[in-house]
């Protein structure tokens, strides 16, 4: 079983920046794709980011287009944790963040279904 930890949530006026962290532990040795996804008050939840490293060492990240160039994902394989870079934030960002881990490394990454491991989300909230 993997467990999945996110911390970093908090309350940050419009234009500010969080990181988010997403600390892995159990059985992490193949956990390919992380991501985080966001559910705003009131409606679905929403892919944000991922990152995937596949057996030959390639990176490569994904990101939502309401949050290219403001939010930036990395992990440290070493530590076993993502995190999620949240700059310039707007009210619109304001969501519980969730982190998903995943033992593949190439599918539909944008899908919750593609994502074995959550945890338990993280409140953001952006003030105007």
């Known amino acids: 079983q993997v467990q999945l930890v996110e911390s970093g949530g908090g309350l940050v006026q419009a234009g500010g920046s969080l990181r988010l962290s997403c600390a892995a532990s159990g059985r992490t040795f193949n956990l390919y794709t992380m991501g985080w996804f966001r559910q705003p008050p009131g409606k679905e939840r929403e892919f944000v980011a991922a990152i995937s490293w596949d057996p030959w060492r390639d990176t490569r990240t994904y990101y939502v287009d309401a949050v290219k160039g403001r939010f930036t994902i990395s992990r440290d394989n070493a530590k076993n944790t993502v995190y999620l870079q949240m700059n310039s934030l707007k009210p619109e960002d304001t969501a519980v963040y969730y982190c998903?881990?995943?033992?593949?490394?190439?599918?539909?990454?944008?899908?919750?279904?593609?994502?074995?491991?959550w945890g338990q989300g993280t409140q953001v909230t952006v003030s105007s």
């Open positions: 998903a881990a995943s033992r593949s490394y190439r599918g539909d990454y944008y899908q919750g279904e593609f994502y074995n491991y």
